[in-house]
């Protein structure tokens, strides 16, 4: 009797999350399969969860690693609220992931490692699988581990190195449930193992079996496809946010024609940008590892001083650490990036979790009168952009330069169009000329208060800069109390006129009406979603996205104007808030916060917004 055929059911968009143990590989496929479906057309964006833990015990809830992805026909602008589909490759990764998968969603799972050990340190007290209690889902139950290892058999491979593989299994049934090739995967073997010929096999082998067990067992009723979605024309790559930032930065050293120096110490969840730029010595990238954050940040300033695009990366802590050395650069008025990929705290806090809640201490957190240009990254594409625009301004103006990414903007990714070099904004430094007669280390432009970049080694520009206050002009060491007056002011004034070089603020939605979304960070694409969902519904509602923080666009006071009510979203207590309320005490603000070391999700911001629409 013929096999009945499956029926193919199109779909605008998915979520897909990969789970199980820190060894199991679910990072891996995560990627195989969000760049599978770049490749095959689908637009994408995704975030990887990390356990906090160093080395949790095997099948424990601290230690499950996972994987999101989220692809559609559609422009996809968050990684997804629930999952349309999990893979659980433990009792473990199934429970602490089951809260987030959607009634009816499919749930796929390896039998295997369902023993009745595992299930107790997962912390359930009966099998999931045959209690009932997954009754409301679609669960694919298969002895994934003991099929891997059929399937290799008659290579000889031994069994640990077969278990390894089993994510290549999963990976199969995944392909063959969405209708995606796999000759993308195939090639990744073959550059990955090209000296191991037959841990290619091995992969493609079992990634083949995971394929044909879909295709037979009658449990997988229907497939799907998501069309490709429709872009506008250019070069592609599934990028992060930590590498977007990386590539900013040189975008910005070749068009400046500074050369670009990174000084930083490793630190979760900003490592990768160090590890990104060090690829890159062929394009004049100068980067360095220092024994801690304080010699990463001074070693930037010293770079800075003789004339190259300095930069340093970092987490909350470190930025704590740098503080000091952020105000030697204010004082000698030097260019200096500094990249905050925000994580979970106080203190240590959540290492690998997400949070927003650096603004304050980006704003304020220096000892003195310490005022630094401030910007925010919205998501991985969008962290490429701002990172040329800062590196553009702190050069341009010759003041450190804060960038605030978030873990999930780091870790996170999406589609970004390469552009031309030559296509982004110029980069003009003030560079000071050899032998002006006229030049004085802090003579100012007019306009903006621009000091010259006067390179050591330039014929007559030999000058002296330090941490002690200047004599205006002249810049030598002075403790009047009417210059110092003078130079704080300067110095403020300065970052404040940078407002007259930045775009105005946009309002996304309604442009006038009864409710403005304030949001900041990567809130910006679940904040959009409800917006939309709410004007479906009749409201008028906007959301103003800021991406310039100090100074606020200039237009903030009109854009705040325009709607009855503000609601200002954070991932942290109302960080924003309180500094509107200082900059624009006009204006009523109510606010919504999570500090969760998770994004919202797009249901609890419309419900939210539903109830300030109907408060009187």
Same mark, same amino acid.
């Given at each position: ?37 770049? &490749?095959? @057309? *689908? ?9 906090? =833990? ?57 039998? /295997? ?6 299930? =107790? ?45 089993? *994510?290549?299994?999963?990976? @199969? ?64 790559? *599934? ?9 900013? &930065? ?11 120096? &990174? ?12 590890? =990104? ?6 394009? $004049? ?36 650490? !740098? ?9 000698? =008025? ?58 553009? #301004? ?9 960038? #605030? ?9 999406? #589609? ?11 980069? !003009?430094?003030? &560079?000071?000329?050899?032998?002006? %007669? ?27 800069? $330090? ?64 917006? /939309? ?31 009855? !009510?503000? #609601? ?16 624009? %005490?006009?204006?009523?603000?109510? !606010? ?25």
């Amino acid at each position: 009797m013929a096999k009945k055929p499956k029926q193919v059911v199109d779909l605008e968009d998915i979520v897909v999350k990969f789970v199980g143990d820190s060894g199991d590989g679910m990072q891996l496929i995560g990627t195989l399969f969000s760049e599978t479906a770049a &490749l095959d @057309g *689908n637009d994408l964006a995704t975030f990887p969860d990390f356990p906090a =833990e160093i080395r949790a015990p095997q099948n424990t809830v601290a230690g499950v690693s996972g994987y999101q992805v989220h692809i559609g026909r559609k422009k996809i602008l968050t990684t997804g609220d629930f999952c349309d589909v999990l893979v659980a490759m433990n009792p473990a990764s199934l429970k602490s992931n089951l809260k987030w998968v959607k009634k009816g969603a499919s749930i796929i799972v390896d039998t /295997d490692t369902f023993e009745q050990s595992t299930i =107790e340190k997962a912390g359930y007290k009966t099998n999931p699988l045959e209690d009932g209690s997954l009754d409301t889902y679609h669960v694919i139950k298969a002895p994934i581990t003991t099929m891997t290892k059929d399937a290799v058999k008659h290579m000889g491979i031994d069994n640990k190195t077969a278990d390894k593989s089993k *994510n290549m299994f999963i990976l @199969g049934i995944l392909y063959y449930m969405f209708n995606k090739p796999l000759k993308n995967t195939e090639a990744f073997f073959n550059i990955k193992f090209k000296k191991k010929p037959e841990i290619i096999e091995l992969n493609k082998t079992v990634l083949h079996a995971g394929y044909n067990f879909a295709d037979t067992i009658e449990v997988i009723s229907s497939t799907y496809t998501i069309p490709k979605a429709t872009m506008e024309k250019g070069k592609y790559r *599934n990028i992060t946010g930590n590498i977007a930032v990386a590539w900013g &930065l040189i975008a910005a050293s070749e068009r400046s024609g500074r050369p670009l120096f &990174l000084g930083s110490y490793p630190i979760t969840p900003a490592t990768e940008i160090l590890m =990104e730029l060090a690829k890159h010595k062929s394009l $004049g990238v100068k980067v360095f590892q220092a024994e801690d954050e304080i010699a990463g940040v001074c070693s930037a300033i010293g770079a800075s001083f003789t004339g190259s695009l300095a930069a340093t990366s970092t987490s909350g802590p470190g930025l704590s650490l !740098k503080s000091e050395a952020i105000g030697l650069a204010v004082m000698t =008025e030097l260019p200096l990036v500094i990249v905050d990929v925000q994580r979970g705290g106080p203190s240590t806090g959540l290492p690998t979790k997400s949070e927003q809640s650096d603004l304050l201490q980006a704003l304020f957190g220096r000892n003195g009168e310490c005022p630094v240009i401030v910007l925010s990254a919205s998501t991985p594409a969008n962290a490429f952009y701002m990172a040329y625009e800062a590196a553009k #301004l702190s050069m341009e103006h010759m003041t450190p330069c804060i960038l #605030l990414s978030e873990g999930a903007i780091g870790f996170g990714s999406e #589609l970004f169009k390469i552009p031309q070099v030559k296509d982004l904004p110029a980069i !003009k430094p003030p &560079l000071a000329k050899p032998n002006d %007669p006229d030049f004085k280390p802090f003579l100012r432009d007019a306009e903006t208060l621009v000091r010259k970049w006067a390179i050591p080694g330039t014929e007559g520009l030999r000058h002296r800069v $330090g941490g002690l206050e200047k004599e205006n002009i002249m810049g030598t060491v002075s403790t009047d109390p009417q210059n110092h007056q003078l130079m704080t002011d300067l110095r403020a004034n300065k970052v404040e006129k940078v407002a007259n070089f930045i775009p105005e603020q946009e309002i996304y939605g309604d442009q006038e009406g009864d409710l403005l979304v304030v949001s900041w960070g990567s809130t910006k694409g679940a904040i959009q979603y409800a917006v /939309d969902e709410l004007r479906t519904q009749g409201k008028k509602v906007g959301q103003a996205h800021f991406h310039y923080i100090m100074p606020l666009p200039k237009n903030t006071t009109q854009v705040l104007s325009k709607f009855r !009510k503000i #609601l200002v979203c954070e991932l942290n207590s109302g960080q924003f808030v309180y500094y509107l309320r200082m900059l624009h %005490p006009e204006f009523r603000y109510q !606010k919504y916060n999570k500090v969760q070391g998770l994004p919202f999700v797009v249901n609890e911001l419309t419900n939210k917004f539903t109830e300030i629409l109907k408060e009187e």
